[in-house]
T-cell receptor, first 114, second 113 residues
């Protein structure tokens, strides 16, 4: 079945450092890919998405490119801030598999130090 | 615009009691999803509705769990009787349609003693 694998956390960075959180997926069809962010005590917020190969999603300085050849959707940010500290979830949706549910990765906790 | 609204935000109950979680989706959204989040299992989809009709409840853990959507603006997730292993954060999400982006509520943190 479809699955999403994220790098283990926690990731601890200093402010203004470069961020990469790896995400790879397995899917039978042509999924849409998402990054969600969860701040402490809150629900998940959509950060960015991409719906087809080579699409780049971007928001708030974060970017991710849908790479079909490597089945990856890595999240990047050039300069992180303390306010980016949160848990980041990679997810896919693959209706061609017969369901509309999202498959989530296990989440990667990011901690940014001032 | 109001996002997805969930209530209560926190619930503490004793084993064996009935628990009802509530969700109001974003107005105009036709699809509604219930998820459960635990440290051990991460985020799991329990059930989803489209146009108030349950489409897939294969994620509901057992018969103690039930969900309803009596109209387009309200859904409930009920656990009866509750058990300590049901302790988790329960999220509701809605989307304009099944294939469109899901928007999550703030969650209900449930603790069953």
């Amino acid at each position: 079945g479809d699955s999403v694998t994220q790098m283990e956390g926690p990731v601890t960075l200093s402010e203004e450092a470069f961020l990469t959180i790896n995400c790879t997926y397995t899917a039978t069809g042509y999924p849409s890919l998402f990054w969600y962010v969860q701040y402490p005590g809150e629900g998940l917020q959509l950060l960015l998405k991409a719906t087809k190969a080579d699409d780049k999603g971007s928001n708030k300085g974060f970017e991710a490119t849908y790479r079909k050849e490597t089945t990856s959707f890595h999240l990047e940010k050039g300069s992180v801030q303390v306010s980016d500290s949160a848990v980041y979830f990679c997810a896919l949706s693959d209706p061609s598999s017969g369901t509309y549910k999202y498959i989530f990765g296990t989440g990667t906790r990011l901690k940014v130090l001032a | 615009d109001a996002g997805v609204i969930q209530s209560p935000r926190h619930e503490v109950t004793e084993m064996g009691q009935e628990v009802t979680l509530r969700c109001k989706p974003i107005s105009g959204h036709n699809s509604l999803f219930w998820y459960r989040q635990t440290m051990m299992r991460g985020l799991e989809l329990l059930i989803y509705f489209n146009n108030n009709v349950p489409i897939d409840d294969s994620g509901m853990p057992e018969d103690r769990f039930s969900a309803k959507m009596p109209n387009a603006s309200f859904s409930t997730l009920k656990i009866q009787p509750s058990e300590p292993r049901d302790s988790a954060v329960y999220f509701c999400a809605s989307s304009p349609g099944l294939q469109e982006t899901q928007y999550f509520g703030p969650g209900t943190r449930l603790l069953v003693l």
